[in-house]
C-alpha cells in the first residue's frame, strides 16, 4: 500500500512539472506569433495546460494533506481546472476551425505586399 501511495504522488508531482512547463511553452509560442487566430489558438491551449495544471495540484493536495482545509482547496482547485479546461477546449476549437481561413488570408496579404514591392522598385 505505501508503494502505490509514493507511486501515485510521484506521478501527480510529474504531472504538475510537465502541465507547468507545457503551459509556459505554449504562452511563449502565443508571445513569438504575429497571427492574430494563431494567438488566440496557442493561448487557449496553454490555458488547457494551466487548468491541468490546477486540478492536478488540486488532487495532489487531496492525496498528500489529509486535512479539511486541503480538501476544500484541492476541491476548488480541481473545480475551477475542469470548468476552465470545458471553457478553453470550445476556444480551441473554434479557433482551430479558423485557422486555415487566417492562413488563406495571410497568403494572399503576403502576395499583395510582395506585389506591391515589385512595383516599386520599377
Known sequence: MEFLYS???????TAIVVTFILFVVFKVRKIRTVRDVRSAYYNSIARIWLALF?????????????????FIIGGLFVVLGAYQFFYFN?????????????????????????????????
Open 7 to 13: 507511486l501515485a504522488v510521484s506521478f501527480l508531482v
Open 54 to 70: 490546477l486540478i492536478v495540484f488540486g488532487l495532489n493536495s487531496m492525496l498528500q494533506f489529509h486535512t479539511t482545509v486541503a
Open 90 to 122: 470550445k476556444a480551441r476549437k473554434y479557433f482551430k476551425g479558423n485557422l486555415p481561413i487566417e492562413e488563406q488570408a495571410w497568403k494572399e496579404f503576403e502576395a499583395m505586399k510582395a506585389n506591391k514591392a515589385k512595383k516599386n522598385k520599377k
